[in-house]
């Protein structure tokens, strides 16, 4: 008799494989055949597949139409099977997909475009988090201060492309009016996060994002400066700092334990 893991494997094999079908163990004809059943079962799996993954990427539905979007869909499933309960978690690696896709050649923005959207699907279900408490912040020693490692709101995702991809993303959504065109050759800095119930996404200056990504990356207040002002010579870190801080993207801070046992 076949253990449960040999049960299991041999069903998830047939379901990917119709031509495994026959060898998947423990399943019953009853009146129905082994590989009709399993048809059924495929359907129904593969169909909610691909309504999770035009749910998180409708976007690139629209840009490749319904019909090879379901090719799509059908193809990254045989190819990265879901690891995970949660049918949301299966869209995480479709960008990787599309950029090793044959129909990147024809659209080379569409994995940058995925990315996007990925970027807007976490973002709308990370936690919320409080604002910085500027009291807190105001307490902190001022020749202490470029050690500060200022920490980005949870929701928050940065998105570097060399497509327009913010433009090509709305021009794809339903309540789109106005010039059906973009200009392929601008590239942009993005930045991705929830305001409110809706998640907005904003073309940073060149300073803002170095900045940001310098800082998420860990680095402290005077090593993210550095950054920033290396690809903006003219790059105000204080009037970045009130603009991050104001709009919620900068909601907390560490310092070296040093300073923090003063």
């Known amino acids: 008799m076949p253990s449960l893991r040999e049960l299991q494997e041999g069903f998830a094999a047939a379901l990917f494989n119709p031509g495994a079908g026959r060898q998947a163990p423990g399943i019953r004809a009853d009146g129905i055949s082994p ?15 691909r309504k999770g993954l035009s749910a998180t990427y409708p976007a690139i539905e629209k840009l490749v139409g319904t019909g090879y979007f379901s090719i799509l869909a059908d193809e990254y499933a045989r190819r990265c ?3 995970s309960g949660d049918v949301g978690r299966h869209a995480e690696h479709f960008a ?3 950029r090793a ?4 050649r024809e659209l080379p923005y569409l994995r940058d475009v995925a990315r996007l959207e990925w970027c807007i699907e976490e973002s709308f279900h990370e936690a919320e988090h409080v604002p910085l408490s500027l009291t ?15 920490l980005l709101a949870p929701s928050c ?60 990356s860990g680095h402290n207040l005077r090593a993210a400066f550095g ?5 903006d010579p003219t790059f105000d870190p204080a009037a ?14 560490t310092l070296p334990a040093d300073v923090e046992a003063l």
């Open 35 to 49: 590989a009709v059943r399993l048809g059924f079962y495929r359907t129904s799996v593969f169909e909610n597949y």
């Open 240 to 253: 970045f700092l009130q603009r991050q801080v104001r709009s919620g993207v900068l909601v907390d801070f």
């Open 101 to 104: 896709h044959p129909c990147a």
């Open 157 to 216: 995702r940065l998105l570097s492309s060399a497509f327009p991809v913010d433009r090509i993303w709305q021009i794809c959504q339903p309540d789109f009016v106005g010039e059906v065109e973009a200009d392929l050759d601008r590239g942009v800095d993005l930045l991705i996060r929830r305001d409110g119930y809706a998640v907005a996404v904003e073309p940073l200056p060149r300073g803002d994002f170095a900045m940001l990504g310098a800082l998420s």
């Open 136 to 150: 807190r912040l105001a307490g902190v020693p001022v020749d202490q201060c470029e050690r500060l490692r200022l």
């Open 227 to 231: 950054h920033a002002s290396v690809v």
């Open 81 to 83: 099977p879901s690891r």
């Open 96 to 98: 990787e997909f599309l």
